[in-house]
């Protein structure tokens, strides 16, 4: 069973920066997939970066240019560097990890952490 933690939330000011982490236990395999998705209030999950096993990495429009989804070399933890943040980045950010398993492949989530981007 893998377990998947964030960690880095917290309180900034519109135009700073934060940096959210993703660790990844209990998988003797690496990932497939690992994605960022984030829920504001009152709004449907959203879907904003990605990276694949080869480190190839896709964003959504919202947040091309300012997020950044890395990976570790033992690629047991993910990290997402976000700079010139916005109002609307305000959510709570959840990371998901798509793991080999059989037959199909493993989907697991993250607890959740907030992010609130306030003055």
């Known amino acids: 069973q893998v377990q998947l933690v964030e960690s880095g939330g917290g309180l900034v000011q519109p135009g700073g920066s934060l940096r959210l982490s993703c660790a990844a236990s209990?998988?003797?395999?690496?990932?497939?997939?690992m994605a960022w998705y984030r829920q504001a209030p009152g709004k449907q999950s959203e879907f904003f970066a990605r990276?694949?096993?080869?480190?190839?990495?896709t964003y959504a429009d919202s947040v091309k240019g300012r997020f950044t989804i890395s990976k570790d070399n033992a690629k047991t933890e993910v990290s997402l560097q976000m700079n010139s943040l916005k109002h609307d980045d305000t959510a709570v950010y959840y990371c998901?990890?798509?793991?080999?398993?059989?037959?199909?492949?493993?989907?697991?989530w993250g607890q959740g952490t907030q992010v609130t981007v306030s003055s």
């Open positions: 998901n990890g798509v793991f080999p398993g059989s037959p199909t492949p493993n989907n697991y």
């Open positions: 209990g998988s003797l395999v690496s990932f497939i997939i």
């Open positions: 990276i694949l096993h080869d480190g190839i990495t």
